[in-house]
């Protein structure tokens, strides 16, 4: 019977801290001044913001195979290219090394027709004999253009045309 007056005596006092607490007021507790002002928000050139976020404006598929050994692929001339996954395979019969990266390249008319001089930050992959990759990419490989040109450089140590890669941005 003790315990139990106690507890109730416990939570007797609790609640009327409770109710004093919340009846009080404090002199610094009140808002003073205007809530909210309106704000005009002007776009400029200098800071532009998006009024939403974008979807792709040029969406991109491009299937190529190691031939070539060195080669830019992508949109060409946009203002950024951004893959969102590839897919490599390798039909030779030893290990292959592929290369996706930022490439700076020679002028040209669209990717294809540029030539690679040499290239930043990407991704390596090593393929076995007979291996399929496929890296979804949840935050973008973004190529930001190189001589007007929105491109991804890619490099196969095969040149005999069996690894093939499919890029998609």
């Known amino acids: 019977m003790k315990n139990a007056k106690r507890y109730a005596l416990g939570f007797a006092a609790a609640a009327g801290l ?3 607490g919340s009846v009080m007021r404090s002199p610094g507790s009140e808002a003073k001044g205007a809530y909210a002002t309106p704000v005009q928000v002007t776009n400029t050139t200098a800071s532009s913001v998006p009024a ?10 491009q299937e190529v195979n190691s031939s070539s050994g060195t080669m830019a ?24 090394t592929v290369r ?5 390249l020679t002028a040209g008319f669209d990717c294809s ?3 690679v001089r040499g290239g930043g930050q990407g991704v390596r ?8 990759l496929h890296l ?14 929105a491109c991804a ?4 140590t095969d040149t005999t045309g069996a690894v093939y890669l499919t890029a998609v941005g």
């Not at 939403?52 to 598929?61: D, K, L, Q, T």
């Open 73 to 96: 692929i992508g949109p060409g001339a946009v203002n950024a290219f951004a893959i969102t996954s590839l897919t490599i395979t390798n039909f030779a019969g030893n290990g292959q």
């Open 52 to 61: 939403s976020p974008a979807i792709p404006g040029s969406p991109f598929v």
């Open 113 to 115: 027709s540029s030539l």
């Open 18 to 20: 409770f109710l004093i």
């Open 125 to 132: 992959v090593n393929l076995s004999p007979g291996q399929s």
């Open 136 to 149: 979804p990419f949840p935050s973008p490989l973004v190529m930001t253009p190189s001589n007007g040109l």
């Open 153 to 156: 450089g890619v490099s196969f």
């Open 100 to 104: 996706v990266f930022q490439p700076i």
